[in-house]
């Protein structure tokens, strides 16, 4: 006897079943820049507590950033959901053996993290509203007289940073059903790729707020800096050289996780093998290897070594290719992971 | 420019953007190492100050031509088989004032405009942007205009086949020429960019071999070859190894059995192209299913892949043998013809015969042969003649079924890829 499904798992009804669209790959782009600021950001607190010369870094601006990119991100994973009244269900339970549960909790941690550490900032990164907001530097005044405090909103911030950047790779990874995502190297992958576009954008951040620009006003720093974003920053920042550096190593150890990530695919059964070649040469294998391999890898880590070495200018082209790929690979994953089916065993 | 390999189908269109991603990176960093990403470089050309341009032009035409030549005469590149674009004389002729004027307003021509506007210059994204909107412009006025782009077309002309002279003698012409440029572009920044030559320019007194002396020998030398190999196409006329044809037909490797090919059209293979070189009309009163009609005057050098297995087959043999022949003279490995035609065909596989006086083994094979004829629509003939006596008279031939697919017939060619230059 052959039994036949005839709901929309049947491959002849739905041959790829596409539940997820642009909100789960955007989410889980700024969840993984998020938990990149969030580590990159949280080191630096630590580090500014007994290294008082860089105390005004690129990094005061990442936490309150933060905070707003989480926002966004947020709202497009609550778009996705299905029954949006209900949302408040997941915070009534805790399940240890599933991932969404974990996810959502983590959220809930990050943002008191994430307001502590923006607090702490916000006189660096908005003098003016700091100013026009007395309780709030008064509150940021107190916890740095007592940097035990600022010691713990930086472990915190980089604990939770590292927990929600593996959380959005694991979320994938734990879906059995598709064979492309059945691999626990996702979740270092997110990882790594969020902390590069972390460096990056905090690369970014600096060329848009120039530190040289002599005015407090961020309205006023971002027009100055889209006059002049081609330029290179301030000589004698080492900030955004130390920035390249980490940005780079960030981008390698993705690339060889990437690597790992599809060589463990190869060396496992025939489905994963059908699976990972829809991003190898595949449907998706364009999209892969020109945008998240070629343009959002490759070709930075060769433009920041060249600028590392002073060979070529430093630009901001570097970081929004780091950017571009890294939403370039949640998309291509995420599209390329649901085309994956165990079906395919049986053609 | 990922035509040749593209065109053969050694992969498919991902793999095609992949490779035009790495081509493009390659040629816009050539073009910016050559300094071609500044409009001051490109400018300085037209007041032979610095000659540049045409220098990495040349260079980049005869390593091209020369390279493909020898390639095609190599038997590796099939020079027919490469995209033309076809000439239309006055709207070329317009449409080349047109981007001339653009070179000259905004210092670039679209190639090094994409390159300046990626190093970052304003002038080049300015340009990048004013190509974009020209572009949308055109699409705009295009059906205002189509009448005159399509107007005094020539088809795919090249210089040799124009002035009818050998291709390879217009190869030695050009490498000549290109020597002559770069000596010329050499003495010009001399004169006018009053630029100091180089050491191992072409014009420097020096006496020694330098890199470049010996590079312009050596494709001066392969313009030389070029002029007395001849040409380079695979054109009409063939060369064959008689001793290999010879064996070929002497062991029968050269046909297959109507046995075999019904036994394959059975199966439903469709590793095979089978090819009817009868006229139009015989072909529609009676074929072999899946068969397709190319009559033997219609046979072009493109009738598939020069490794495809292809099977001929005629009335009788005389036909199919000819197209056999011209195409294993043209290097198709795998053509064979129908042993007896469609005689054999209708003799052995449409309307077998079983004579009255048969044994019960060839009875027992005539059943396998009578499912076959019913299998192509005709009808075994059980004890009218015996085996060895002269046919009696004809069954009328039924056309056979429609196939069960479209109906229509395996293209001869696979499907036709995007052309591109």
Not at chain 2, 9 to 33: K, P
Not at chain 2, 101 to 117: D, H, K, L, Q, R
Not at chain 2, 375 to 381: I, R
Request: charged share 15%.
């Amino acid at each position: 006897m052959i039994e036949t499904t005839i709901h929309r798992q049947n491959p002849m009804i739905d041959p790829a079943f596409h539940a997820w669209g642009w909100e789960i790959p955007v989410y889980l782009f700024l969840g993984g820049l998020v938990a990149g600021l969030m580590i990159l950001s949280g080191y630096h607190i630590i580090r500014a507590l007994w290294d008082k010369d860089r105390a005004h870094g690129h990094y005061v601006t990442a936490p309150i950033l933060s905070l707003a990119l989480l926002t966004v991100g947020m709202g497009a994973l609550f778009l996705d959901l299905e029954h949006k009244l209900y949302v408040w269900r997941l915070y009534l339970t805790f399940e240890v053996t599933s991932p969404m549960s974990w996810g959502s909790w983590i959220l809930l941690l990050v943002y008191p993290a994430l307001a502590a550490s923006a607090l702490l900032t916000l006189p660096q990164t908005f003098p003016k509203l700091a100013r026009r907001l007395p309780f709030c530097s008064r509150c940021a005044g107190a916890l740095h007289d007592c940097p035990r405090v600022v010691q713990a909103i930086g472990f915190a911030n980089m604990l939770l940073g590292v927990m929600l950047g593996i959380y959005t790779g694991i979320l994938l990874s734990t879906l059995s059903a598709r064979p492309l995502w059945n691999s626990a190297l996702l979740g270092p992958l997110f990882l790594f790729s969020g902390l590069s576009t972390g460096a990056a954008t905090i690369h970014l951040l600096a060329h848009v707020r120039r530190p040289d620009s002599g005015s407090d006003d961020f309205s006023d720093a971002v027009l100055s800096a889209l006059v002049n974003w081609l330029r290179p920053p301030a000589p004698g920042h080492v900030g955004t050289q130390k920035l390249e550096h980490a940005d780079n190593s960030f981008l390698t150890v993705e690339l060889l996780l990437l690597g790992l990530f599809i060589v463990g695919l190869l060396s496992s059964t025939e489905v994963h093998q059908r699976a990972v070649e829809l991003i190898l040469t595949g449907p998706y294998a364009a999209a892969f290897w020109v945008l998240v391999v070629g343009c959002g890898i490759v070709l930075p880590l060769t433009l920041q070594f060249l600028q590392a070495q002073h060979r070529i200018r430093s630009t901001v082209v570097p970081a929004l290719l780091v950017i571009g790929g890294s939403l370039a690979l949640r998309i291509v994953i995420v599209a390329a992971g649901q085309a994956s089916a165990w079906t395919v065993a049986s053609h | 420019m990922t035509a040749p390999l593209f065109k053969y189908g050694l992969f498919g269109d991902e793999i095609s953007l992949i490779v035009a991603f790495g081509i493009g990176i390659a040629f816009g960093f050539v073009l910016e190492r050559a300094g071609f990403g500044n409009a001051r470089v490109l400018a300085a050309q037209f007041y032979f100050r610095d000659l540049r341009v045409l220098k990495v032009m040349f260079t980049a035409i005869v390593t091209a031509m020369t390279g493909v030549y020898v390639l095609s005469r190599m038997g590796v590149v099939d020079l027919s088989l490469v995209y033309l674009t076809p000439t239309f004389l006055w709207p070329q002729i317009v449409g080349g004032l047109i981007l001339g004027v653009g070179f000259v307003i905004g210092g670039y021509c679209p190639g090094t405009s994409c390159v300046s506007a990626a190093t970052g210059r304003i002038d080049g994204i300015v340009y990048v942007l004013g190509m974009i909107f020209g572009l949308i412009g055109f699409a705009e006025i295009y059906p205002m205009v189509e009448n005159f782009a399509h107007s005094s077309a020539l088809g795919q002309i090249t210089l040799s086949s124009l002035f009818k002279i050998p291709y390879g003698v217009l190869v030695f012409a050009v490498v000549v020429m290109a020597v002559v440029a770069f000596v010329g572009a050499e003495w010009a920044e001399t004169k006018f960019g009053g630029k100091k030559p180089d050491a191992d320019s072409l014009l420097a007194p020096a006496k020694t071999l330098a890199p470049s002396r010996l590079l312009a020998g050596g494709i001066v030398g392969l313009g030389v070859i070029a002029a007395v190999s001849g040409d380079p196409y695979r054109g009409p006329f063939a060369r064959v190894d008689t001793r290999e044809l010879a064996l070929n037909a002497g062991t029968k490797a050269d046909h297959i059995s109507v046995d075999q090919l019904a036994d394959w059209l059975v199966q439903g293979r469709n590793d095979f192209l089978l090819v009817d070189v009868r006229e139009p009309a015989e072909f529609a009163a009676y074929h072999i299913p899946e068969a397709i009609n190319v009559p033997l005057a219609a046979l072009s050098p493109d009738i598939a892949d020069r490794t495809e297995r292809i099977v001929f087959y005629s009335d009788g043999s005389i036909h199919s043998a000819q197209a056999w022949l011209l195409l294993k003279s043209l290097g198709y490995s795998n053509a064979y013809m129908l042993f007896g035609g469609l005689e054999e065909w209708k003799d052995s596989i449409l309307f077998p015969r079983l004579a009255a006086d048969a044994t019960p083994e060839q009875k027992a094979a005539f059943d396998k042969r009578a499912a076959t004829a019913a299998h192509f629509g005709g009808a075994a003939q059980t004890g009218v003649a015996p085996a060895t006596g002269t046919p009696t008279e004809t069954p009328k031939l039924a056309p056979p079924p429609p196939p069960a697919g479209d109906g229509a017939a395996p293209a001869a060619v696979k499907k036709k890829k995007k052309e591109g230059c």
